[in-house]
């Protein structure tokens, strides 16, 4: 028997597919327009509304995406839009959302940085660049390398992390496709800690400045003898709340 759909409120068939949530089923319809993968975050209709939402200002901020650094079918930054994009997905990413990132070759963390740390195991400067001593420098060289790969963290309401793949079979590292794939890593370190370091910075409370501009106005007329201390002092308990 069809049931109503919690999102659309047309038919939720178990002949043409349905997921049950919280609060009903979801029609196939639905879950093909959320690009619905099984996510414990996403089980009432008001997570789907929420999804629906999430992939509207999605597609609002890919059809504005203007890479101004470009590492094809890997990591692409729109610095004028603050944006990023990861491979070959329709997705792109504030450079706010972005918490850390790190990368792991054979298993190992050779490089890794992000929000409140420098970077450890190399050095970026200049924007998308070299990675002063290397993204290997300091490791104990090995002549083949079967793994490599960026990983990081996101700020994001239904993509918690990324992972970029850059080596997945047996290289020699004195060959030249490795020496191609390891300046290509260095570009995309550098990019990333770029994106960190543009990242907007808390603002000060002005409540608080306001208040500690007034405390230091009442102390120089104090300080003046234009005010009385005991005056000073209530004013300055008026404003501390105390």
């Given at each position: 028997?069809?049931?109503?759909?919690?999102?659309?409120?047309?038919?939720?068939?178990?002949?043409?597919g349905r997921v049950e949530m919280q609060?009903?089923?979801?029609?196939?319809?639905?879950?093909?327009?959320?690009?619905?993968?099984?996510?414990?975050?996403?089980?009432?209709?008001?997570?789907?509304?929420?999804?629906?939402?999430?992939?509207?200002?999605?597609?609002?901020?890919?059809?504005?995406?203007?890479?101004?650094?470009?590492?094809?079918d890997f990591f692409q930054v729109d610095?004028?839009?603050?944006?990023?994009?990861?491979?070959?997905?329709?997705?792109?990413?504030?450079?706010?959302?972005?918490?850390?990132?790190?990368?792991?070759?054979?298993?190992?963390?050779?490089?890794?940085?992000?929000?409140?740390?420098?970077?450890?195991?190399?050095?970026?400067?200049?924007?998308?660049?070299?990675?002063?001593?290397?993204?290997?420098?300091?490791?104990?060289?090995?002549?083949?390398?079967?793994?490599?790969?960026?990983?990081?963290?996101l700020k994001n309401p239904w993509i918690?992390?990324?992972?970029?793949?850059?080596?997945?079979?047996?290289?020699?590292?004195?060959?030249?496709?490795?020496?191609?794939?390891?300046?290509?890593?260095?570009?995309?370190?550098?990019?990333?800690?770029?994106?960190?370091?543009?990242?907007?910075?808390?603002?000060?409370?002005?409540?608080?400045?306001?208040?500690?501009?007034?405390?230091?106005?009442?102390?120089?007329?104090?300080?003046?003898?234009?005010?009385?201390?005991?005056?000073?002092?209530?004013?300055?308990?008026?404003?501390?709340?105390?």
């Amino acid at each position: 028997m069809a049931k109503t759909c919690a999102v659309c409120g047309g038919k939720a068939s178990i002949v043409t597919g349905r997921v049950e949530m919280q609060d009903g089923f979801v029609c196939r319809n639905c879950l093909e327009k959320s690009l619905w993968i099984s996510d414990p975050n996403c089980r009432t209709s008001k997570d789907f509304h929420a999804r629906f939402q999430y992939l509207e200002d999605s597609k609002k901020l890919f059809d504005t995406f203007n890479p101004t650094t470009n590492i094809p079918d890997f990591f692409q930054v729109d610095v004028n839009n603050r944006l990023f994009k990861i491979g070959k997905s329709s997705e792109c990413f504030l450079f706010d959302e972005l918490i850390n990132y790190e990368l792991i070759e054979d298993g190992e963390s050779v490089v890794r940085g992000g929000l409140g740390r420098a970077v450890v195991g190399g050095l970026a400067f200049g924007g998308v660049g070299a990675i002063v001593g290397g993204v290997t420098g300091g490791k104990k060289s090995k002549s083949i390398i079967t793994n490599m790969y960026i990983r990081g963290s996101l700020k994001n309401p239904w993509i918690k992390d990324f992972k970029i793949n850059i080596i997945d079979t047996e290289i020699k590292k004195n060959g030249w496709i490795y020496k191609n794939l390891k300046e290509m890593t260095e570009k995309i370190i550098s990019a990333l800690e770029m994106i960190i370091n543009q990242q907007e910075q808390p603002k000060p409370d002005n409540s608080q400045i306001s208040i500690t501009e007034e405390i230091r106005k009442f102390k120089q007329l104090l300080d003046e003898d234009i005010i009385s201390k005991e005056d000073y002092e209530t004013k300055k308990n008026q404003l501390l709340n105390l």
